[in-house]
């Protein structure tokens, strides 16, 4: 029997955007999660699209772990409804953590945090320090100026094709709780040791 993923970290924003389908999108990401019996990590906030994708998946009866830095914390915006709330010294701890415990990644639409996250865990990825999938959900064409910068990378020498296909892009919800059931987790022979590197 193979291997399946059992946690996807989710990337997204802290505001819902200028469009519904961004809302709808973060819901159902958050109850299918739930419903194939995957653990939600997350940044451990309960505003806009991080506030969406775990409320759903806990309304659906899933479990998620919320990472949070204590200065955000500090701030009130954490989500107090999840699992299991971790509190980090830093940004950075909060990313080495989300990585140790997600089989793969989703990026769901967001602001300059999620490009953060999706350029670190890419990045990550390129120097062969995992191999776990990341899936960009391209909601609505949402990131296609974030493609295009990949691209044009790539285009003007600064990047290798191979380094490109690292990331998978996918056109909505329903695609990557597909994809998900069809990818295995690949991971580092120790993760723990991986992200102590980073």
Request: net charge negative; aromatic share 8%; charged share 20%.
């Amino acid at each position: 029997m193979s291997a399946r993923i059992n946690a996807a970290a989710v990337f997204c924003g802290s505001r819902f955007g200028n469009m519904s389908a961004y809302k709808e999108t973060a819901e159902a990401v958050g109850a299918g999660l739930a419903q194939a019996g995957i653990h939600l990590v997350y940044g451990g906030g309960y505003v806009g699209l991080m506030g969406a994708v775990a409320d759903s998946a806990i309304q659906a009866g899933g479990r998620v772990t919320g990472i949070i830095p204590e200065f955000l914390e500090s701030r009130e915006v954490m989500h107090r409804g999840v699992t299991e709330l971790i509190v980090t010294d830093s940004m950075h701890t909060r990313k080495q953590k989300m990585f140790s415990l997600a089989d793969a990644f989703l990026i769901l639409p967001g602001g300059f945090g999620t490009f953060d996250e999706l350029m670190e865990i890419l990045t990550w990825k390129q120097l062969q320090l995992h191999s776990k999938p990341i899936l960009f959900v391209n909601i609505a064409n949402w990131a296609q100026a974030v493609l295009a910068m990949l691209d044009e990378a790539v285009s003007q020498g600064f990047a290798s094709p191979e380094a490109r296909a690292l990331i998978e892009v996918v056109p909505d919800a329903a695609a990557a709780l597909r994809r998900l059931e069809t990818v295995s987790p690949s991971h580092n022979r120790d993760d723990a040791e991986a992200a102590a590197r980073m």
